[in-house]
């Protein structure tokens, strides 16, 4: 008697999908900040021969790091990546493990939720766009006197905000997912290998 397993298989698919690509877009900017730094380090050891470092290399990674956790939690809650102790768990029946699971999977959804309204609400002080009325109807408060940029590149902050905002969200979902996925679990008495 488990919750539309079929349904839930689909949805699992499609969102697998998604947290894959959302991972391989976050590994790609973690390498390119990876490689900033490597040839801002190799500039400044070869000052003398008229090179230097990259301006603004630490905004750059910055950002990128954040931009690269928002987009690897979604996949991380997808296949139950989290850090667990399994030493006592283990030892109960599959049934209990599997309720286990969906008190974890329950307590991530918390945060997640949480985690996804904090960081909406910092792009909302961050996005300088978008008329009051709808900045209202969204509520992201009230626009901000000036749009926000970073010291060095002045680039604008709202970026990376909005960026790790749609990871926020993703993991929300995922989150939310994975109860589902936990629920059918705990109903069928065993946790299916992902």
């Not at 991972?23 to 390119?32: E, M, N, R």
């Not at 990674?61 to 102790?85: D, H, K, Y």
């Not at 002080?125 to 408060?141: I, N, Q, T, V």
């Not at 009230?142 to 990376?160: A, D, G, R, S």
């Amino acid at each position: 008697m488990a919750l539309a397993t079929k349904l839930e298989a689909r949805v699992g698919r499609g969102l697998n999908r998604i947290c894959r690509l959302c991972a391989y877009f976050g590994g790609i900017v973690l390498v390119a900040a990876a490689l900033v730094t490597m040839a801002s380090v190799i500039g400044r050891y070869f000052l003398f021969a008229g090179l230097g470092p990259i301006r603004g290399d630490f905004e750059l990674v910055e950002m990128s790091c954040a931009i690269g956790i928002f987009t690897f939690l979604p996949w991380c809650q997808m296949n139950r990546g989290n850090v667990t102790v399994d030493v006592l768990v283990n030892r109960f029946p599959l049934r209990v493990q599997s309720l286990f699971g969906l008190l974890g999977d329950l307590s991530i959804t918390v945060l997640s939720a949480l985690i996804f309204w904090r960081i909406y609400l910092g792009f909302g002080e961050k996005f300088p766009y978008g008329s009051d009325s709808l900045r209202a109807a969204l509520h992201m408060g009230t626009k901000p006197f000036y749009p926000e940029t970073t010291y060095e590149l002045e680039m604008p902050v709202w970026i990376p905000y909005a960026l790790s905002t749609l990871g926020a969200a993703l993991f929300f979902v995922v989150s939310l997912y994975t109860v589902w996925r936990a629920l059918n679990w705990v109903i069928s008495g065993q946790e299916a290998q992902i």
